[in-house]
């Protein structure tokens, strides 16, 4: 028998209605969210246009900042994060049903589940727009653009062909994780690279990234947070 999946907004109705004497069960109200439930909210929010909206929101704030603050700081620098700020992982996201699997093949004519490290060696990511607006307006402000990714040194070569594919090669440097090594958080990782741009003489102007912790720790004027319900990196 075929099951036709819940509305976001049945989804929403039971929630709300799960400790009421109306819903015909009893429930723990302390439990999380569902996972499923948030599954469909999620691909709701992506196909529904709200996603694109809330980017371009985002994105916006930062560019009028850069093109404010461009022209008075001293050598003006923004950083950005790659992985769902300046490219989208959306085809892959959706095929592995928000799970991230780091091994195992990325064979685009298999049903799926396909494992991220092999995905991104092909070098197929669409850029996501807002952002490309974003990079286009900072180097058009003479703002040095920095990528810092929690992509390891094995990747390097398909990301550089990546970005250069979509419109984004032209940046000033792009740090990416060693081989082999391990943080308990992006922020360990991050925060000491932008420590290091910053003693190349740049002011980071603007920070933007997709996870709390592309921007925790500092070392930048302000900090813009892009909308990701899709995963989450500690």
Request: with cysteine; proline share 7%.
């Amino acid at each position: 028998m075929n099951y036709r999946p819940l509305t976001p907004l049945l989804c929403a109705l039971l929630v709300s209605c799960a400790t009421t004497e109306r819903s015909g069960f009893i429930t723990a109200s302390s439990q999380p969210a569902n996972v499923g439930d948030a599954g469909i909210a999620a691909r709701h929010y992506h196909d529904s246009g709200a996603y694109d909206r809330d980017l371009r929101v985002v994105a916006g704030q930062a560019e009028s900042w850069i093109k404010a603050r461009a022209a008075s700081a001293h050598q003006p620098a923004l950083v950005l994060d790659i992985d769902e700020t300046a490219l989208s992982n959306w085809e892959i996201i959706r095929r592995d049903d928000f799970g991230r699997p780091i091994a195992g093949p990325a064979d685009l004519a298999s049903a799926g589940p396909w494992g991220w490290a092999e995905w991104d060696q092909l070098g197929r990511d669409p850029a996501i727009e807002p952002t490309l607006e974003v990079f286009r307006a900072a180097r058009r402000a003479n703002v040095a653009v920095f990528f810092i990714t929690g992509r390891p040194e094995s990747q390097r070569m398909a990301t550089e062909r990546n970005l250069r594919a979509v419109g984004l090669g032209d940046y000033a440097k792009l740090f990416m994780v060693p081989n082999g090594a391990h943080f308990t958080s992006a922020v360990d990782f991050k925060t000491p690279v932008r420590l290091e741009i910053e003693r190349l003489g740049y002011t980071i102007i603007a920070n933007m990234g997709d996870q709390p912790s592309d921007l925790l720790g500092g070392h930048a004027e302000k900090k813009f947070l892009l909308p990701d319900p899709f995963y989450r990196v500690p």
